[in-house]
């Protein structure tokens, strides 16, 4: 049976697929049946037949993945889980993107669960902001719960699993694709087993979906000593453009990218490689430009939490870390705002991530957002923006190496194709 989904380019595209697919339909309803006639039996036919019914759907209007930017209004989204979660190994990779004062943290937990306490209160705080989702609307999907403590061995390494708490890592929704990242960590190779029904599901129902070339991971990928004791060290390698990762195969974190319309922003990081984007650039071509922007920062890893685009033409972009090329998107005519300095104490455990997760909001529409709870001052921010908080506590989660936009992936909003970067 054939399968018409919609194009890209909104209602108008869907109402053309829809007409299309008739079309072919009523012209290949009868070369089929004559073509098992002159070929097989009647029975062989008739097997063929039911085959592929079973694997066919009714022809539908509506996509169930359409994404295309970060602030049209939310549907559909992906929640992460912190169930199981393990502190990774401590490898090198991990090393360049932790800070040296949790680095006795990982040589002593790695491989074991992240503190039961601290994960249970987590896995409560993300059930909350699910139920507050739901409550706005919003239909929310998790992954599958797995056991991550499973130790894996591959051609060129060994490692043991992390979690699948941050969905946005490793899922880059273009349009009606599902882009699934090869990621660069050793213990998130396997990191994709967790979303496999969901886009299995996805691509039932008409989703497309791509999985970008996996790394083998094995050594060479790596700098073995990359020097990274201090953050001037740090600072230095950035500005001279070295990282942890070589350009020994393509490597990418889908949250390295950021959308508006038909243009992408991505930063060459310690998980994300120029070899990574080539390729996102070629794949994504013509309909999508794919701009590399980079920062002062010492540790880039995830842009989300240094440059998180929040509506047409409006980007928050963290003061510590500046955009090199941030006169661009002022030419543009783009309002570049900088977020209050965050409010998280010093003494919380932010073991992979930095306290500027305050910023790492998700946006329900152009006019609310999800941010947390205990930081006022940007929720002002916001309020001054003419944009209503929606007020949700994941201080615990944050622990875990992500705010409101990694702990999501929103699959569908509702919006059309359009370019906001001129």
């Known amino acids: 049976m054939l399968r018409v989904r919609c194009l890209r380019g909104g209602s108008r595209g869907a109402e053309a697929a829809h007409l299309i697919g008739a079309m072919l339909g009523r012209s290949l309803s009868g070369w089929v049946p004559r073509a098992f006639q002159s070929t097989s039996s009647a029975a062989a036919a008739q097997q063929h037949a039911a085959e592929e019914e079973a694997v066919a759907e009714p022809l539908q209007q509506e996509c169930p993945v359409c994404s295309y930017n970060e602030w049209d209004p939310l549907e559909e989204v992906i929640v992460g889980r912190a169930e199981n979660a393990q502190v990774p190994p401590f490898t090198v990779e991990v090393k360049a993107n932790t800070y040296e004062k949790y680095w006795p943290f990982y040589q002593k937990h790695g491989g074991q ?61 273009v349009g009606n694709e599902i882009i699934e990242a090869p990621m660069a960590w050793r213990a998130r190779f396997f990191e994709y087993r967790a979303y496999r029904p ?54 990418f974190d889908a949250a390295d990218f950021i959308r508006a319309g038909r243009d992408l922003f991505v930063q060459r990081s310690q998980v994300t490689n120029y070899s990574g984007i080539e390729w996102m650039r070629r794949h994504l071509a013509p309909d999508y430009k794919v701009h590399i922007i980079s920062f002062k920062d010492p540790n880039p890893m995830h842009i989300d939490a240094t440059f998180n685009i929040i509506g047409p033409g409006l980007v928050l972009s963290n003061p510590d870390r500046p955009c090199l090329q941030v006169d661009m ?6 309002t570049v ?15 992979m991530s930095s306290k500027w997760l305050s910023m790492n909001v998700l946006m329900l529409d152009e006019k609310r957002v999800m941010v947390d709870a205990n930081e006022t001052t940007i929720q002002k921010m ?38 906001y970067f001129h």
């Open 382 to 419: 916001f309020e001054s923006l003419g944009i209503q908080t929606i007020k949700v506590n994941i201080r615990h989660a944050n622990s875990l190496g992500g705010g409101f936009h990694c702990w999501t992936s929103d699959v569908r909003r509702r919006g059309t194709l359009q370019s």
């Open 198 to 251: 969901l886009i299995k599901e996805y691509f039932r129902r008409g989703a497309k979906w791509t999985t970008a070339p996996k790394p083998t991971m094995a050594d060479e990928l790596y700098d073995q000593d990359y020097p990274i004791r201090t953050v001037e060290d740090r600072h230095k390698l950035a500005a001279q453009g070295k990282f942890v990762t070589t350009e020994h195969e393509p490597c």
């Open 337 to 351: 705002v900088k977020p209050p300095t965050p409010l998280i104490p010093d003494d919380h455990p932010l073991w």
């Open 113 to 173: 669960s992240f503190p039961p306490d601290h994960l249970k209160k987590a896995v409560s705080e993300i059930e909350e902001m699910c139920n507050i989702l739901r409550h706005e609307g919003v239909v929310v999907r998790r992954p599958e719960p797995l056991d991550w403590s499973t130790e894996y061995t591959t051609p060129d390494f060994t490692s043991s699993g992390m979690y699948a708490a941050m969905p946005r890592d490793i899922l880059l929704i």
């Open 329 to 334: 998107f002022k030419k543009a005519g783009w």
